[in-house]
């Protein structure tokens, strides 16, 4: 349930080398720099719309429109057909598919996106990786680093696995969607097509085609004058 091919297909990733001998997903968070560095690809066939800022050490494909002021710093891989909205800021370290969205006022940072992932408003997505066709309604929150000064731990079940990492967010499964302004906490693992309903706060690991609904009470009183 929270191995590497449980939660993602590796055939809607161009650089699924990324992944190879990880087990688990989040093995693959650390070697983005470095893979992005030995993949020496540069320039962009973007479309660029008013003055977005792009950085040197990016590459962008065909088909790809980036927005006035989006800023987009390497090194960053962003693939064919994807749209970089209106203030848009990657970071570094993210690796992004073909026809993705990476929305306005979003900020991506070491992290993955599979082909289709959609992230269209008000997100922080660090150290996370979104599955293909994965979706964010507006304010998710990917949260990578603990209060604690530990390392991540992903918890499933009775199990407890220490990551190893200091900042994990989480992995968004392949069809997963998350409600708006749900909060993914560190070492979140979301299964594939299961959805999150809006105002979450998502901790450990959630099952494949699962609906995870919050509850809420809501008293009505009379309003005084």
Request: aromatic share 8%.
């Amino acid at each position: 349930m929270i191995r590497t091919t449980d939660l993602l297909d590796l055939s809607q990733f161009e650089h699924a080398a990324l992944f190879d001998g990880c087990e688990f997903p989040w093995q693959a968070l650390p070697r983005i720099k470095e893979f992005l560095r030995c993949l020496a690809k540069r320039g962009h066939h973007a479309r660029l719309l008013g003055a977005p800022f792009v950085s040197d050490d990016v590459f962008v494909g065909e088909g790809t429109t980036i927005e006035h002021g989006a800023v987009v710093r390497g090194p960053a891989f962003i693939g064919r057909n994807c749209e970089v909205r209106a203030g848009a800021y990657v970071r570094g370290g993210v690796i992004a598919g073909d026809g993705c969205v990476l929305g306005n006022s979003c900020e991506f940072k070491n992290c993955v996106l599979f082909n289709g992932a959609q992230v269209p408003h008000f997100s922080y997505v660090g150290d996370s990786i979104l599955g293909h066709n994965a979706h964010l309604g507006a304010g998710v929150i990917c949260s990578n680093l603990k209060s604690l000064k530990s390392n991540v731990t992903v918890v499933c079940g009775d199990r407890k696995m220490d990551t190893g990492l200091r900042k994990f967010g989480a992995v968004v499964g392949d069809f997963a969607d998350i409600g708006c302004n749900c909060v993914l906490n560190p070492g979140s693992i979301i299964g594939r097509h299961s959805v999150l309903y809006p105002t979450l706060n998502w901790r450990g690991v959630c099952p494949p085609d699962s609906v995870v609904k919050l509850r809420q009470e809501h008293q009505i009183v009379a309003r005084r004058r």
